[in-house]
């Protein structure tokens, strides 16, 4: 069976479930992989306590236990030096967070992902997070599914357009399938692609892929949400409160990309080999989290203890429990970019989770201390605060509205985390996590020829040769056919003395003429002309309408000359070769 050969959904329902199947193993590799490094590094090494999230068998009831404590930033860097060496030497371009890796090959490199980048990813990833390195789990499932999307895509000889497409619903399949989100999931796959625009293209096979991905990820981890059950009720009079929360997590959203790529740009100046930045940068982090903690890997647990009022939980040898509430955000964005942005490997999405949890918990806190019968818990407004964060700093609020919804069981909270996303994404501008978006499909280069504008529509008349052929009213039928003759034309302009163009007179109304007699009355009035601002393309428009090899050029009623097929024809030509010598 060709499957190129098959219609759009029969094609994309087949490479949907195999990209499902594809998703699904690929979280579970992954999520195997990281709880093994995790109790290599943080159990183990450390003999550190790590909160788990309810869906993920996490209790309520945590007690952090710190361990060796001061053997923290030891561990970072241990994984970020072991992961440096990993990605650099087989595959450096699955350093940083995998999804803006897979934009970037989704525009620029017709889905093309190199099949060696595939375990790099994974097994580098496991390691950086595992470790203790401030990271989210979902980059690395969805370059790992968006690269095997792509080499599905060689293997099955598709063309150029659906391996994009391949990679593309990887990449939401994988983060659907990890999140246990697949609706959302499915809308990132088309969302995630840009700024202000959506791959419509993606959501049917996306749809598919996801919900595979996740039933086989569910069936082995279970198919609780990640954060369990929000069961709390929807109240009215919460939403201008939701709104100042949308207000504070679109400047936190401008913050986080600025942060990361700040510090990203600082270590690509550094003179030393790429492969002991994620070294440093490990190191960096741990000496963060001897600070706090709560910063270290994916934190999901740490969210939901956050967003049931379990501050008992939180631990700092330095920091009041309600500073280290309202800092956390800062200290993960920290945390974040420096793991990540050093050349470490792992998501920017989970840490935006928690960056927003946290942001939702101080906003909450504030408004329960002010209005205590109102705002009787902060839960809402960690779970709000997660949506409107990362809604903002990744340009993704329709998927983001879906997947915390997902994640929380807590459809009652949609009417208060529209209004927080719609002004955080408002509020943070044009600023991004994942800055191989583009604004909208028509500025990717997958779409190039769709949005070209032909050169035709640009090039103007006056770019042609004007030649000065015409008759005038009063003239012999007999000198209008030797015109003709002599330029091979079937038909001519026609003009009065004042050079005003009146029409124009054709050989099969003279043929049967007397020679001697005027043209005035075999004019055919009204004809189309152009003027020197037309294009090429108005311009061969009208030649065809007029069944002619020419069209009058006139400004203000009067002939300028004309322009012939061929003339149309030479200026496109010289158009064309100086943009190509350009």
Known sequence: MNLSSLPYFEKWFILGIILGVVAGLAATTFYLLLHLFEDIFLFHFIGMSYPRPLGEGGTLNFIFHPGTYLLIPISTAIGGLISGIIVYTFAPEAEGHGTDAAIKAYHYFQGKVRWVVIPVKIIASAITIGSGGSAGREGPTAQFSAGVGSVIADLLHLSPEDRRRALAVGIGAGIGTIFKTPIGGAILAAEILYRRDLEPEVIYPALVASAIGYTIFGSIFGFTPVFGYYTGTFDPLRLPMYAVLGLVSGLMAILYPKTFYGVNSLFKKLRIPNHVKPAIGGLITGFIA??????????????????????????????????????????????????????????????????????????????????????????????????????????????????????????????????????????????????????????????????????????????????????????????????????????????????????????????????????????????????????LEHALEVVATNKARWVAVVDKGKLLGIVTYDGIIDAYKRELNAIKNS
Not at 357 to 372: E, K, R, T
Not at 450 to 471: A, G, Q, S
Request: charged share 15%.
């Open 290 to 535: 001897l600070l706090a903690p709560e910063i270290l890997g994916t934190g999901y647990g740490w969210i939901n203890l956050v967003e049931y009022e379990k501050f008992f939980t939180l631990y700092s040898p330095l920091i009041p429990t309600i500073i280290l509430l309202v800092i956390l955000p800062f200290l993960k964005i920290l945390g974040t970019s420096f793991s990540i942005g050093s050349g470490g490997s792992g998501g920017v999405f989970a840490p935006g989770l928690f960056i927003g949890a946290y942001i939702g918990a101080s906003v909450g806190l504030l408004f329960h201390y002010l209005f205590p019968n109102i705002v009787p818990a902060i839960a809402p407004f960690v779970i709000i605060g997660m949506m409107s964060f990362f809604a903002g700093a990744g340009k993704v609020p329709l998927s983001v509205l879906i997947m915390v919804t997902e994640m929380t069981s807590s459809l009652q909270l949609l009417p208060g985390a529209m209004i927080a996303v719609a002004i955080s994404y408002l509020v943070s501008g044009n600023n991004t996590i994942y800055i191989s978006q583009l604004p909208t499909r028509r500025d990717s280069p997958a779409h190039k020829a769709e949005y070209e504008t032909p050169l035709m529509e640009t090039v103007r008349v006056e770019k042609c040769e004007l030649r000065d052929i015409k008759v005038y009213a009063d003239d012999k039928v007999g000198k209008a056919i030797q015109i003709m003759l002599e330029n091979n034309f079937m038909s001519l302009p026609v003009v009065n003395y004042d050079n005003r163009f009146l029409g124009v007179v054709y050989l099969r109304d003279l043929e049967r003429a007397n020679p001697e007699d005027s043209l005035g009355k075999y004019i055919t009035r009204g004809s189309p002309s152009v003027s020197l601002t037309s294009t």
